[in-house]
């Protein structure tokens, strides 16, 4: 069902086109079980593609690796270091139309930029908390790299609004604009990150349990953009809603009742991580990749998982029984017209959560790559194709 309202058309979707789930099917594996040379991959933490189909893989510790189409390894990009042209400890890939590679160099505090011709370029780190995974670096069409950042926080310990998502650079590091979370997300989403909340990769350690506003920038310089309180975003052309046709489309689809925040996990996160006064239940989704082709794949929230701690920790914090997010699930697919396509399982090989604790994935219509890890724990990146029976 689709209808206008204002300068917003809103798409309802009461059940998926495809009746069945999708299946990611394997098309390439890069790396290798013991080969002495740079083929074997040891603890990837970042991966993207570039517009032949080189794939691009930070392997932590060791640098920057390219990977032709079929797999073959083809060449360093950077090395492990802190000097010109070097990284340490990556986070996040991104490929530019003309083949350069931008790093988000965490370890060294800057974004590099490298070249195709060797040449490279670092950028100082932006004031504020990085971004990480799919949400970190984000070239445009035209060549411009945008840098997510959580912005520093007002004194009242708190994120400023207007809310500053997006920094612009262009390929020689030279300042192209900024991008800020539209305003209208605030009314209906008003809980902001809190400094006091901060914890090593999370601007907002909160964020699993309450409802945030969650945004994910297209390589076309479009935006999705929602209020995980309910199933539903919005979707911005390039230019906002102030540009040419000046039209937002909003989806929206029936699901079951949100995900309950479970009494065991929420007494573990009270004692263990200091989390008190969250909600009964967790927010409708984690996370919104744009695919690139208009597509939006949107990760919901799923219910926790247990472990079981090591002998060790347990006789040293008395608990016999651990909660985590959890890395099983399936996505939801969603087309350029709003229409929901329907429900992607992950495969057993790769853990995905939508957040910064666990590796990312890299969407481009109907490819997927994944960092994966087989029985013996060894490192792949594998392209996985989706496949509607």
């Known amino acids: 069902m689709r209808f206008v309202l204002g300068d917003t058309a809103v798409v309802e979707n009461l059940a998926p086109v495809h009746g069945s789930p999708g299946r990611l099917e394997v098309v390439t594996r890069y790396g290798a079980l013991n080969d002495p040379?740079?083929?074997?991959?040891?603890?990837?933490?970042?991966?993207?593609?570039?517009?032949?189909?080189?794939?691009?893989?930070?392997?932590?510790?060791?640098?920057?690796?390219?990977?032709?189409?079929?797999?073959?390894?083809?060449?360093?990009?950077?090395?492990?270091?802190?000097?010109?042209?070097?990284?340490?400890?990556?986070?996040?890939?991104?490929?530019?139309?003309?083949?350069?590679?931008?790093?988000?160099?965490?370890?060294?505090?800057?974004?590099?930029i490298i070249q195709p011709t060797g040449h490279s370029k670092g950028i100082r780190m932006p004031d504020g908390h990085p971004r990480y995974h799919e949400d970190a670096l984000q070239y445009e069409e035209n060549g411009v790299l945008r840098v997510g950042i959580n912005p520093v926080f007002t004194p009242e310990g708190t994120e400023p609004t207007p809310r500053l998502a997006y920094l612009g650079f262009t390929p020689d590091g030279a300042v192209a604009g900024s991008l800020f979370v539209p305003g209208r997300i605030w009314d209906r989403c008003p809980i902001r990150a809190e400094r006091r909340h901060r914890v090593g990769y999370w601007d907002d350690e909160r964020e699993p349990f309450i409802a945030k506003a969650v945004w994910a920038l297209g390589p076309d310089g479009s935006l999705a953009i929602g209020c995980p309180d309910r199933y539903e975003f919005d979707l911005q052309g390039p230019d906002g809603p102030d540009g040419p046709d000046g039209s937002v489309l909003r989806v929206r689809w029936s699901r079951a009742e949100r995900v309950p925040l479970e009494p065991e996990y929420r007494e573990y996160l009270a004692k263990w991580a200091g989390l008190t006064g969250l909600p009964d239940e967790r927010p409708a989704y984690a996370r919104l990749i744009v695919a690139g082709d208009g597509r939006v794949w949107v990760w919901p929230n799923q219910p926790a998982e247990t472990w079981t701690p090591s002998r060790d920790l347990q006789a040293r914090t008395g608990a016999t029984v651990g909660w985590r997010l959890s890395t099983r699930g399936a996505f939801e697919v969603f087309d350029e017209h709003g229409r929901w396509l329907g429900t992607v399982p992950v495969p057993n090989e790769f853990a995905y959560s939508g957040f910064p604790t666990e590796r990312p994935v890299m969407i481009r219509g109907d490819t997927l790559w994944a960092i994966t890890r087989d029985s013996l724990e060894v490192n792949y990146v594998t392209r996985f194709l989706l496949r509607w029976d």
């Open 37 to 112: 040379g740079p083929t074997t991959l040891v603890n990837v933490m970042a991966v993207t593609t570039g517009p032949d189909g080189s794939v691009y893989v930070y392997d932590n510790e060791e640098g920057i690796k390219r990977f032709d189409r079929g797999g073959e390894f083809s060449g360093w990009v950077a090395r492990e270091g802190a000097g010109p042209g070097e990284v340490r400890y990556t986070t996040s890939l991104a490929v530019g139309p003309n083949g350069e590679v931008a790093a988000l160099d965490l370890g060294n505090r800057r974004v590099m």
